[in-house]
C-alpha cells in the first residue's frame, strides 16, 4: 500500500527567506507526483506535476524535484512571502491502482511580515 | 474555462438526513474524481468516472454513498442516512485522458453533520 508523508508538519518562517518542503513515498512504482497548495477552507490548486520519468519542474519561484527510486521529493520556495502561507500537499498517482492520488497530510507553512 | 465547480459549498444537516452534492467538471475533461478531506489529513481517493462509467471505488465508498455521472458532464455524490463521521470536505477533480492525467480540484463542499 502506497503511503505519502509530508515532513515538516508545520514551518514558520520569515518574509524573504527560501525554504525547503519535504515529501516521501513507500512505493516507486508511480506515474508522476503533483504539488498541490491549499488555503484554509478552500480546494486545491496545482502547482506544479513532475512525470516519473522526470527530475524537475519549476515554476516561478517555485521548483519541485523527484528521486522516484529513493521514494523523495522536495518542493523549494525562493524568496518566501507572505501570500504563500498556506497548506502545501504532496501526492502520488501510483501505477496500478487506477487514476487515484495517495495525498500526504500536508505541510502548513507560515509567512511572517 | 470556468475550471470545477462543486454546488453548495457548504451544507449543513441533521444526522439521518440524506444529501446530495453536484460537480461540474472542466468541459473538456472526461475524467471525474471524488475525493474526501478530514481536518488536518490530505484528501482520500473515493471514486472515479470516465465519462458516464464509474471505473473505481474505494472500501471508504460505503452502501450509503452513491455516486452517478449520468451524460458523462457533471456529477453527483449522495450519502444516505447521513453520520456525524461524514463530516468532511468533499472535493471533486478532473482531468484529460490521453494527457498526463494532471488532476484539477474545485472548491469543495463542506458538510457538517449534527
Known amino acids: 500500500k502506497q503511503e505519502v508523508t509530508q515532513i515538516p508538519a508545520a514551518l514558520s518562517v520569515p518574509e524573504g527567506e527560501n525554504l525547503v518542503l519535504n515529501c516521501s513515498f513507500t512505493?516507486?512504482?508511480?506515474?508522476?507526483l503533483q504539488w498541490f497548495r491549499q488555503d484554509p477552507g478552500k480546494g486545491l490548486t496545482s502547482l506544479l506535476l513532475?512525470?516519473?520519468?522526470?527530475r524537475e519542474q519549476t515554476s516561478g519561484r517555485l521548483n519541485a524535484s523527484l528521486d522516484k527510486s529513493s521514494g523523495r521529493s522536495t518542493l523549494y520556495i525562493a524568496a518566501s512571502q507572505p501570500g504563500d502561507s498556506a497548506t502545501y500537499l504532496c501526492?502520488?498517482?501510483?501505477?496500478?491502482?487506477?487514476?487515484?492520488?495517495?495525498f500526504g497530510a500536508g505541510t502548513i507553512l507560515r509567512v511572517k511580515s | 474555462d470556468t475550471g470545477v465547480s462543486q454546488d453548495p459549498r457548504h451544507k449543513i444537516t441533521k444526522r439521518g438526513q440524506n444529501v446530495t452534492f453536484r460537480c461540474d467538471p472542466i468541459?473538456?475533461?472526461?475524467?471525474l474524481y471524488w475525493y474526501r478531506q478530514t481536518l488536518g489529513q490530505g484528501p482520500e481517493f473515493l471514486t472515479y468516472?470516465?465519462?458516464?462509467?464509474?471505473?473505481?471505488k474505494s472500501r471508504l465508498l460505503s452502501d450509503r454513498f452513491s455516486a452517478e455521472r449520468p451524460k458523462g458532464s457533471f456529477s453527483t455524490l449522495e450519502i444516505q442516512r447521513t453520520e456525524q463521521g461524514d463530516s468532511a470536505m468533499y472535493l471533486c477533480?478532473?482531468?484529460?485522458?490521453?494527457?498526463?492525467?494532471?488532476?484539477?480540484f474545485g472548491p469543495g463542499t463542506r458538510l457538517t453533520v449534527l
Open positions: 477533480a478532473s482531468s484529460f485522458s490521453g494527457s498526463v492525467y494532471e488532476q484539477f
Open positions: 512505493d516507486s512504482a508511480i506515474y508522476n
Open positions: 513532475i512525470q516519473s520519468s522526470q
Open positions: 501526492a502520488v498517482r501510483p501505477e496500478g491502482y487506477g487514476n487515484k492520488l495517495v
Open positions: 468541459s473538456e475533461h472526461n475524467r
Open positions: 468516472f470516465q465519462n458516464e462509467a464509474q471505473l473505481e
